[in-house]
């Protein structure tokens, strides 16, 4: 009888482990589950009691564009073995989880965001191998690692598309999005990179029109079509079971598509990006995607949530609706931008009022379930230090260790971009002919055609061009900032000769070494991570003031967001009887009763008691 009994258990454990209970227990509560493969939790007993704890809401994500972190053999694009150099600088910086950007074969026609084979490694960036052997440096210094998967679209170099294309017959012709030219020219559709901004290319090998919402190679994806669907989610156990901690979801808003394609409704008012994210399976999708794959392992998941707003967000991420775990928001990037220009700021600046407001409000969502995600960059973004610091010599390193602080001290999963952590700055290039990325490029041509200012959209593009952000990183005051012995395929910032790792590791109070010490503080602090968010004075124009809170300890936040010298009077609902300074991006700070004395760009961590 008990050797029964014990079959019937193994039995309902390998049922268990190789099908989900979506109903009820999924990745996303972090009820108890039955992984092969669970991660281990921060062993702080600090954190003991906490209910709904994760390792993705714990560590902190750096995300690396692997064409600029660090080339290895010369040919002046980044790669897998350059990484591999880099895992003990990585480990350094103390974070948890790595986000790479696309690494799979790739044409780049916009840098690995157009993937030709989903499963295989771009051959600039070297073999599986080579993945196998990072992976497992990664994991052998607790690092995880999560991938870009990007389903939206592929390269129009993908098989599947040339399969596609080559006839209307044709077994994969269903995996892309036809209309056939007999039909007329389809509604329109916008078009991110398109020189006319048309998402329908012709095609007259089959005479019929294909939907790319990005670049002409980079043709949608038919989601509304299941052998596409499962194509899709066996790309992802594929790297699940190498070991792959989780995906950022790019566009994946997107990937559901009205296939009769009607004029876009007038309640839109034209805003293309934002109907886009309105498919009509788009939840069925995820939640096919969670029940087929995600559930099954104790990885994470992040949606580039591009065209949701604040109150579809829990769509997406309530762990009861077993979907994805995380999503991103642009919300809080539009804050000093020009309206209805493309991609300018506005010279008066961005307003902090404003900021505050939007992440209280995106904070406010998470109060109850779901979990946040806090970043002011990425590889779509300028740095972080030119957009919302100040980037000149008196004030980059200050600004870029406030941001630093305000991104790791604020609740939700903290996305920090690689360089950010050195203070790098845009490159703010002169001319066109400096810019690889398609967006510029293409951006630049479209107002050629249409007889655009060009000269203004290149300074505007100093300020807000993601090839900013994208300049090799810069490792020492060597040639080309160490970052490739050959000609690196974008300009290295001028700056590098002191803007580097090298540099900044010798300096105890370095942009780089503040950041470790802002990583450690948040890693061993409960308020800092879970604790209960609660601004203060949020229509104050300079400061950013705001209290974390979990059981007994109590964190003040503040922040200068100005070139001025503030006295910041502490709100009177704050309560405390004395207070410890845990960080702060100045050597002193006067204090008069309930005053603090703000240099500009001071941030200040304090503990209350
Ligand atoms: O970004 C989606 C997107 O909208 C970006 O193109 C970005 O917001 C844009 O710069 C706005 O002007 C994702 C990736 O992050 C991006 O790098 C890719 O280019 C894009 O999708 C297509 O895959």
């Given at each position: 009888?008990?050797?029964?009994?014990?079959?019937?258990?193994?039995m309902?454990?390998?049922?268990?482990?190789c099908?989900?209970?979506?109903?009820?227990?999924?990745a996303?509560?972090?009820?108890?589950?039955?992984?092969?493969?669970?991660?281990?939790?921060?062993?702080?007993?600090?954190?003991?009691?906490?209910?709904?704890?994760a390792w993705?809401?714990?560590?902190?994500?750096?995300?690396?564009?692997?064409?600029?972190?660090k080339?290895?053999?010369?040919?002046?694009?980044?790669?897998?073995?350059?990484?591999?150099?880099?895992?003990?600088?990585?480990?350094s910086?103390?974070?948890?989880?790595?986000?790479l950007?696309?690494?799979?074969?790739?044409?780049?026609?916009?840098?690995?965001?157009?993937?030709?084979?989903?499963?295989?490694?771009?051959?600039?960036?070297?073999?599986?191998?080579?993945?196998?052997?990072?992976?497992?440096?990664?994991?052998d210094?607790?690092i995880?690692?999560?991938?870009?998967?990007?389903?939206?679209?592929?390269?129009?170099?993908?098989?599947?598309?040339?399969?596609?294309?080559?006839?209307?017959?044709?077994?994969?012709?269903?995996?892309?999005?036809?209309w056939?030219?007999?039909?007329?020219?389809?509604?329109?559709?916008?078009?991110?990179?398109?020189?006319?901004?048309?998402?329908?290319?012709?095609?007259?090998?089959?005479?019929?029109?294909?939907l790319?919402?990005?670049?002409?190679?980079?043709?949608?994806?038919?989601?509304?079509?299941?052998?596409l669907?499962?194509?899709?989610?066996?790309i992802?156990?594929?790297?699940?079971?190498?070991?792959?901690?989780?995906?950022?979801?790019?566009?994946?808003?997107?990937?559901s598509?009205d296939?009769?394609?009607?004029?876009?409704?007038?309640?839109?008012?034209g805003?293309?990006?934002?109907?886009?994210?309105?498919?009509?399976?788009?939840?069925?999708?995820?939640?096919?995607?969670?029940?087929?794959?995600?559930?099954?392992?104790?990885?994470?998941?992040?949606?580039?949530?591009?065209g949701?707003?604040?109150?579809?967000?829990?769509?997406?991420?309530?762990?009861?609706?077993?979907?994805?775990?995380?999503?991103y928001?642009?919300?809080?990037?539009?804050?000093?931008?020009?309206?209805?220009?493309?991609k300018?700021?506005?010279?008066?600046?961005?307003?902090?009022?404003?900021?505050?407001?939007?992440?209280?409000?995106?904070?406010?969502?998470?109060?109850?379930?779901?979990?946040?995600?806090?970043?002011?960059?990425?590889?779509?973004?300028?740095?972080?230090?030119t957009?919302?610091?100040?980037?000149?010599?008196?004030?980059?390193?200050?600004?870029?260790?406030?941001?630093?602080?305000?991104?790791?001290?604020?609740?939700?999963?903290?996305?920090?971009?690689?360089?950010?952590?050195?203070?790098?700055?845009n490159?703010?290039?002169?001319?066109?002919?400096?810019?690889?990325?398609?967006?510029?490029?293409?951006?630049?041509?479209?107002?050629?055609?249409?007889?655009?200012?060009l000269?203004?959209?290149i300074?505007?593009?100093?300020?807000?061009?993601?090839?900013?952000?994208?300049?090799?990183?810069?490792?020492?005051?060597?040639?080309?900032?160490?970052?490739?012995?050959?000609?690196?395929?974008?300009?290295?910032?001028?700056?590098y000769?002191?803007?580097?790792?090298?540099?900044?590791?010798?300096?105890?109070?370095?942009?780089?070494?503040?950041?470790?010490?802002?990583?450690?503080?948040?890693?061993?602090?409960?308020a800092?991570?879970?604790?209960q968010?609660?601004?203060?004075?949020?229509?104050?124009?300079?400061?950013?003031?705001?209290?974390?809170?979990?059981?007994?300890?109590?964190?003040?936040i503040?922040?200068?967001?100005?070139?001025?010298?503030?006295?910041?009077?502490?709100?009177?609902?704050?309560?405390?009887?004395?207070?410890?300074?845990?960080?702060?991006?100045?050597?002193?700070?006067?204090?008069?009763?309930r005053?603090?004395?703000?240099?500009?760009?001071?941030?200040?961590?304090?503990?209350?008691?």
């Amino acid at each position: 009888m008990k050797h029964i009994n014990s079959y019937i258990f193994l039995m309902l454990l390998a049922f268990a482990s190789c099908n989900c209970f979506a109903q009820n227990t999924t990745a996303n509560d972090n009820k108890e589950h039955t992984f092969l493969y669970k991660k281990q939790l921060n062993p702080n007993p600090a954190f003991n009691g906490i209910k709904q704890r994760a390792w993705w809401k714990e560590d902190i994500v750096y995300q690396i564009y692997p064409r600029s972190f660090k080339d290895s053999d010369g040919d002046g694009i980044g790669d897998i073995k350059g990484i591999i150099s880099k895992l003990d600088y990585l480990k350094s910086l103390g974070i948890g989880i790595v986000w790479l950007s696309p690494c799979f074969a790739s044409p780049n026609d916009d840098n690995g965001y157009d993937i030709s084979n989903y499963k295989a490694i771009m051959k600039e960036f070297g073999t599986m191998q080579d993945f196998d052997n990072m992976l497992k440096g990664m994991h052998d210094r607790g690092i995880k690692l999560v991938l870009d998967l990007v389903a939206n679209h592929s390269s129009d170099e993908h098989e599947w598309f040339k399969q596609s294309r080559s006839s209307r017959t044709n077994p994969y012709r269903e995996y892309y999005h036809w209309w056939p030219a007999e039909r007329g020219k389809p509604a329109h559709r916008w078009s991110f990179f398109d020189v006319n901004e048309d998402a329908w290319k012709y095609d007259s090998l089959t005479n019929a029109y294909y939907l790319h919402y990005f670049s002409q190679k980079q043709p949608d994806l038919n989601w509304e079509n299941p052998k596409l669907r499962q194509e899709i989610y066996s790309i992802m156990r594929f790297w699940f079971d190498k070991g792959v901690d989780g995906f950022r979801m790019d566009v994946i808003p997107y990937i559901s598509k009205d296939t009769s394609f009607p004029p876009i409704p007038k309640s839109f008012n034209g805003d293309y990006v934002g109907y886009y994210s309105y498919g009509p399976h788009l939840h069925d999708y995820l939640q096919e995607m969670n029940k087929e794959v995600l559930c099954k392992y104790d990885i994470t998941t992040v949606a580039e949530g591009i065209g949701v707003n604040a109150d579809r967000v829990q769509l997406f991420v309530a762990p009861e609706r077993n979907e994805l775990q995380m999503l991103y928001q642009g919300e809080a990037l539009g804050n000093g931008m020009l309206p209805r220009e493309f991609k300018k700021l506005d010279p008066k600046g961005y307003s902090l009022p404003v900021l505050k407001k939007v992440y209280t409000k995106w904070d406010s969502i998470f109060a109850l379930k779901g979990w946040n995600t806090i970043f002011l960059a990425n590889h779509d973004q300028p740095r972080m230090v030119t957009r919302w610091g100040n980037d000149n010599d008196q004030y980059r390193e200050l600004s870029s260790k406030l941001l630093t602080t305000f991104i790791m001290s604020m609740r939700g999963t903290a996305y920090y971009y690689n360089g950010d952590e050195l203070g790098m700055s845009n490159i703010k290039f002169d001319s066109i002919g400096d810019y690889k990325d398609i967006e510029s490029i293409n951006r630049y041509k479209f107002l050629q055609k249409t007889g655009g200012d060009l000269q203004g959209f290149i300074e505007a593009q100093k300020m807000t061009a993601r090839d900013n952000s994208r300049t090799p990183m810069q490792w020492d005051n060597q040639k080309n900032a160490g970052f490739s012995s050959g000609t690196p395929w974008l300009k290295v910032n001028s700056n590098y000769t002191w803007v580097n790792v090298d540099s900044e590791n010798k300096d105890a109070h370095s942009v780089l070494n503040y950041c470790r010490k802002m990583v450690q503080l948040h890693k061993s602090s409960p308020a800092l991570i879970y604790g209960q968010y609660q601004v203060y004075d949020i229509d104050d124009p300079f400061v950013y003031a705001y209290t974390r809170t979990q059981g007994k300890e109590r964190m003040l936040i503040v922040l200068n967001f100005s070139n001025k010298v503030v006295d910041y009077q502490i709100n009177s609902s704050v309560l405390y009887k004395g207070m410890k300074e845990r960080i702060n991006n100045y050597s002193s700070t006067t204090i008069k009763g309930r005053t603090v004395t703000l240099k500009p760009w001071q941030a200040i961590i304090y503990q209350l008691f």
